[in-house]
C-alpha cells in the first residue's frame, strides 16, 4: 500500500502521487462510472485528488461532487485540492472580455463557496492560488485565508505556479505556512530546478506538487530533436531499471528531485493510473538522472 507523506511542517497528509481530475469532463463517465474510478485509485493507493474551479468550463468539480453524492462517506478517505483566481472568458460569465486573474477577498471567498457546493463537501483540505496575480494584496490574501480557516471552509493553504520570490511574499504575511506550490515539471520543462524554486520548498521543507510530468503527452508523440533524445535516453533508462514502461521511468524521474515532489496523474483509465504507481519501486541513480537531463538541454553539465 502507498504511504502518506506530510508535505509541509505544518501541513496535510498526501498520498504520494495525486490524481488529477483536470480532463473529468471529457472521460465520458456516468456519475456512478465517476465514483468507480474514485475508488478504485483510492484501493490503489492515491487518496488526494486536485481540482480547480475553471477546470472543464467550470464543470468538473461539479462532476466529481455528483460522484462523492452517491456514497458520501467516501469523502473520509480522501484530501481534496482545488484552486481559485483565473476568471476565464467562458458562456458561463458572457460580460467578461478577457482573461484574468483575481485574488481580491471576494473572489476568493465566491470561489470556496462555489467549489464547495459543486463538489458536495463541507470543507476543501486544501486551496491553492491558481497562477500569479500582477494585483495580488498579500495583506488582503492572508486576511482571506485566515477567515476561510477561522470559519472551517479550508484546512490549508498553498500556491500553484508561483516563482520563488512569489511565494516569499504571500509566506510574509501569513502565521501558517504554505503548504505547497504546485508547478509544472517533467524532462522537457524543469526550470523550477534552476530558478530557485524547488531550493525554497526544499529549505522549508515543504514538497512541490508536480503538474504535467508527462509533459501534455509531447514525450510520446513529439519529433522535434530534443524529444527525440529524451526519448530515446528514457527508453534505455527504462530497459536498465526494469521499468514497464517511460511512463514510469519519468515519474520516478521528476520524483528523484530532493524537494520531493508529488506527481499528479492525468489519466482517467485506472490502467495507466496502476502504472504509473508501480514508479514508486523505481529509483534512477545520479548519474541516470543527469543523463535525462544532457538529453534535454541538448548539451552536457557546465
Request: net charge negative; glycine share 6%.
Amino acid at each position: 500500500m502507498m504511504s502518506k507523506t506530510t508535505i509541509a511542517p505544518q501541513g496535510p497528509e498526501f498520498s504520494q502521487m495525486v490524481q488529477g481530475y483536470w480532463r473529468l469532463a471529457d472521460w465520458g463517465m456516468s456519475p456512478q462510472q465517476r465514483l468507480t474510478f474514485l475508488k478504485q485509485h483510492i484501493e490503489l493507493g492515491i487518496t488526494t485528488v486536485d481540482h480547480a474551479d475553471i477546470y472543464g468550463n467550470y464543470e468538473c468539480e461539479q462532476l466529481f461532487g455528483e460522484a462523492l453524492k452517491l456514497d458520501p462517506s467516501v469523502r473520509e478517505q480522501i484530501e481534496i485540492v482545488t484552486k481559485c483566481d483565473i476568471n476565464l472568458c467562458s458562456d458561463k460569465f458572457p460580460d467578461r472580455k478577457v482573461n484574468h486573474y483575481d485574488t481580491s477577498a471576494a473572489h476568493i471567498y465566491d470561489s470556496v463557496n462555489n467549489s464547495l457546493a459543486r463538489l458536495n463537501v463541507e470543507q476543501l483540505d486544501v486551496l491553492l492560488i491558481h497562477r500569479p496575480d500582477v494585483l495580488m494584496d498579500a495583506d488582503e490574501v492572508a486576511q482571506a485565508f485566515q477567515e476561510l480557516h477561522k470559519i472551517g471552509k479550508v484546512k490549508h493553504f498553498g500556491v500553484s505556479n508561483f516563482s520563488a520570490s512569489q511565494f516569499s511574499l504571500l509566506q510574509s504575511r501569513l502565521s501558517k505556512s504554505l503548504v505547497t506550490n504546485q508547478v509544472e515539471i517533467n524532462p522537457l520543462n524543469f526550470e523550477v530546478a534552476h530558478d530557485g524554486t524547488l531550493d525554497q520548498l526544499q529549505q522549508a521543507r515543504i514538497q512541490p506538487m508536480a503538474w504535467s510530468c508527462l509533459a501534455k503527452g509531447e514525450i510520446f508523440s513529439g519529433n522535434s530533436e530534443q524529444i527525440q533524445r529524451v526519448r530515446k535516453e528514457l527508453e534505455a533508462i527504462r530497459d536498465e531499471i526494469g521499468a514497464q514502461t517511460i511512463d514510469q521511468v519519468i515519474y520516478a524521474w521528476v520524483m528523484r528531485l530532493p524537494s520531493k515532489p508529488v506527481p499528479i496523474i492525468g489519466s482517467g483509465k485506472i490502467e495507466r493510473v496502476a502504472n504509473a504507481v508501480k514508479a514508486l519501486q523505481l529509483e534512477l541513480s545520479r548519474e541516470q538522472w543527469y543523463r535525462v537531463w544532457v538529453a534535454a538541454k541538448g548539451h552536457g553539465v557546465p
